[in-house]
């Protein structure tokens, strides 16, 4: 094994979710690094090019998908292999429709949040995995859950909470599912970090209470989490499964 971050991804084809998004991009850059063949995906692709415009990381492809349709699924690793066998999905697309009163929940806040961030990780975690077991050389799954999987979410986030418990269940029954095939799944639970999705409509009192409570004193920036999810990406992570990794200052200790 070679005593790198990036050991084992030179040349894997590698697609990752919400690349647009402030921890997604930092994920792109991260196995760009380390010599992954990165395929970038977020709904819009003026806000992939605007998050990915950086020299280095122009060989990353950029493809515009809505996650929340399922059926889009397919064609979406079906281009993502034209740069070769699918080795990885890292899965950070995410919504959270922050509602400061549980009264003030629509059915339209619950459907946008579970299609997006519960229906569409489990469908496209399966095509990927499905993918990577036809190729016959194992794999890699990165899921993203959230502290709120524990907590039951601060700052009127049970929806997303909810979600984000949901996807620690799943990575772990599809670690069960794809391990006979060398395919690992793995969900990073972040704590707070600077992105929009924390800081938009978050009360800056809530912010100011959970970084008291984080021992680290702060809260992260997105690359020290985009971190975890290359680690559990490379070959360093060969025997780690079902996990989830908390990645969270000590924010919560488990
Ligand atoms: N930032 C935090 O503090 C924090 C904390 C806990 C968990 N997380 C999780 O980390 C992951 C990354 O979050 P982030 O902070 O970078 O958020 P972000 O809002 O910056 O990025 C999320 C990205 O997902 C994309 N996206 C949303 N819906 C999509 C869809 N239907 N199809 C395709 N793309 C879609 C968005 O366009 C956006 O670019 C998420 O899963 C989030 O739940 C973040």
């Known amino acids: 094994m070679a005593w790198s971050l990036g050991a084992g ?5 590698v697609l990752v979710t919400g690349a647009a998004g402030g921890i997604g991009r930092e994920v792109v850059a991260g196995l760009v690094a380390a010599g992954a063949q990165v395929v970038a995906v977020d709904l819009h ?4 090019d605007a998050a990915l415009d950086a020299p280095e990381l122009a060989t990353a492809r950029r493809i515009a998908a809505d996650l929340a349709d399922i059926g889009a699924h397919a064609q979406l690793i079906a281009a993502a292999q034209e740069s070769g066998p699918l080795y ?3 899965h950070c697309a995410a919504v959270l429709r922050r509602r400061a009163q549980v009264a003030d929940i ?3 806040d619950w459907d946008a949040q579970v299609d997006v961030n519960l229906k569409g990780t489990f469908f496209l975690c399966r095509a990927a995995a499905d993918a990577m077991r036809t190729a016959g050389h194992g794999g ?3 899921t993203f859950s959230s502290q709120g999987w524990w907590t039951g979410g601060y700052g009127g986030s049970v929806v997303y909470a909810t979600t984000k418990g949901g996807v620690v269940s799943m990575t772990r029954g599809l670690a069960r599912a794809y391990g006979p095939d060398g395919i690992t799944v793995n969900a990073v639970a972040p704590g707070q970090a600077r992105t929009s999705m924390l ?3 978050l009360d800056e009192r809530v912010l100011a209470t959970m970084t008291e409570q ?4 702060r809260i992260a920036e997105p690359a020290e989490v985009a971190a975890a999810a290359v680690f559990l990406v490379s070959s360093h992570a060969s025997f780690i499964t079902g996990t989830t990794l908390n990645v969270s200052g000590g924010f919560l200790m488990y």
């Open 140 to 142: 890699r799954v990165v």
């Open 45 to 48: 692709r003026p806000a992939l």
């Open 214 to 217: 984080t021992p680290l004193g």
């Open 9 to 13: 991804l030179d040349g894997r084809v």
């Open 106 to 108: 629509t059915e339209d």
């Open 88 to 90: 990885g999905l890292v």
């Open 199 to 201: 800081l938009d409509d």
